[in-house]
């Protein structure tokens, strides 16, 4: 089986090559160019320009490395074969670090208490409030949420979920439906959006949202950058209804120079890098992958109609 | 009951006050110069001034909020009456978030991310290595060691732990004595002490123990400033020997202005701030201390011939 690569990042490391050869030595991960399109099979890819997989005329499998799936669905060329997410158990737990750590850091001010240090000031921001009295809020609770809101759970905090079909998690406030995402916020002191870019969520975070908040509460944004519109969220800063906001994705990625969100002083910023786990960690996923299709059981396809 | 109050951001809380009315009302707190001396039977206090309480000739007991009891029994003219350390829960959680936000720090590289921020940098430092791959190990594994080294593990680090007692604890490697911690040591990739001062422990962490962890360890060290050797562990950041050293703690208090810890690009200081809860948090503790204490069966002495 041919399976054509077009994923920097893997394509630069020579490990993750070796170790998937050993995984699965009946396959060829090609590079682009390398082979004729006509004889690719499968496509593993993180993000490929539009365009590209329609020459592959013998498709019969996209595996796709990113957990957001929504700049493949909007190239109107994709063929119309199944969508594989390879979401693997590394990148839930690099998920939940950073949304562990970041809830930490807006909790315990740990940004003031960072920056008073490079005035050498010694200076006790104020007693910390317990876990227990903060609401954190998990938009979206499938493999990246789920395991960031039990995390937050078992440190203590009140953790609240919102998702598009009803879940039911012990310990943990459950809702759904746009009554219930404006329930939800009334209470939320801390809100965390890992949801997927969908004709549904697009443009979600924003003036409306924020203003459902309560005033004094932080956003995290580590789902995608389109969910949110980032002058609602200038705005909603600005004008102190918003305490602070963390965002690892944007609307356009890299972040361009000259945007006000790089130098605002109550945002925080990393470059798309929450969960991005090692090459090698996808092998045996991949291999995985490969022999349930071989098999005729295709694993965790994207559902186009929900745009996930 | 006339309780003397030695503590300085209890003595500024009015709700503390009104609420531990509530809690006891047969008890009075008083501060210092309210009544006569010879009246007070008990003494509430976080490092007091060394000399006040041997003028309280009919003290019976001294309940003490700090979990460090160093500085009391380093107090030559110190009653001879028992000493209860008020560890609550709510401080054990403060803990334990503030060591699982210091790891992930470490691990993740945050530190590095947001200095880049600074500069409006959009650069990916690298995947991110797995917890599963790093060994954490936590020195001190008391009411405040224990839930922190207990998350980490949930967080799927490798943790170990050393203590003075042997331990056991499920899926956790448990070290004691010289040679047990010599053992964990070799192993470690972020070490965390949050040790009492005590004979043994007094400048535990120096020259020989950073030259048992691997090149590229990190320390954290939330226990006692004077466990650490401030100029070996300088001299083990400038060698490259260490890689990071978090300091929530320090041999003088507040951190002097000219001290070469504040400006280390290499050093991240937190103002003794790691576990201090609201004094409300301890108006339960502290009832349920002196009902006991009434009722002679007085909780959690201090151990003066272990020093903690």
Redesign the interface.
Known sequence: VNILLLAP?FECSDTWRIAMAAAAPDVAIVADGDVDSAVIEGALVDEPPPGRLQYCTNLRFILSLSAGVDSLLADPTLPAVPIVRLVNT?MS??M???I??QV??L??R?DE??A??RD?R????S?????ASRVVSVLGVGHLGRPAAE?LQ???FQVRVWSRTPKQIPGIRCFTGIDGLHTLLAGTDILVSVLPLTPDTMDILSEDLFRRLPVGASIINVGRGACLREDDLLNALDSGHLAHATLDVFAV???P?EHPL??HPRV????H?AA????E?FVKTIATALTRIREGDIPTVVDRLHGY
């Open positions: 990042q590394e737990a690099l939940r670090e950073y562990v750590y930490l850091r909790h315990r740990f208490t960072e008073l240090q050498r010694w200076v006790w921001l007693s910390a409030a317990s876990a995390a078992s440190l203590g990625e890299p972040l120079d790089w130098r925080t910023i990393t470059p890098t991005y786990p090692e090459p960690s």
